[in-house]
């Protein structure tokens, strides 16, 4: 069974950057989008950023021009760049990884803690 593998998560102060990463610990075919989300305690996950195939890119209106979501096709590898932190961006940070042509697969990393805190 895939896992994804994150990697990159902490404790900041406001203003600070961190960057977090995600990859596969197998090999899989590669991924039709490429997501991280968060959640926040006693909210539900939301999507931060995707990125696609093509190359189209999403964010949260709470994150852009903060955030920056790439990939490396090479190594099947997301990452989030992630700067001017606030406290309001504590959560837990999840990587999914989606397929949405055969092989279909639908991927979930374990979670990593991102606390903004002075």
């Known amino acids: 069974q895939v896992q994804l593998v994150e990697s990159g998560g902490g404790l900041v102060q406001p203003g600070g950057s961190l960057r977090l990463s995600c990859a596969p610990s197998g090999t899989i075919v590669s991924a039709s989008a490429m997501g991280w989300y968060r959640q926040a305690p006693g909210k539900e996950r939301e999507l931060v950023a995707n990125i696609f195939s093509g190359g189209n890119i999403n964010y949260a209106d709470s994150v852009k021009g903060r955030f920056t979501i790439s990939r490396d096709n090479a190594k099947n590898t997301v990452y989030l760049q992630m700067n001017s932190l606030k406290p309001e961006d504590t959560a837990v940070y999840y990587c999914?990884?989606?397929?949405?042509?055969?092989?279909?697969?639908?991927?979930w990393g374990q979670g990593t803690q991102v606390t903004v805190s002075s």
């Open positions: 999914n990884f989606r397929r949405t042509n055969w092989p279909l697969y639908n991927y």
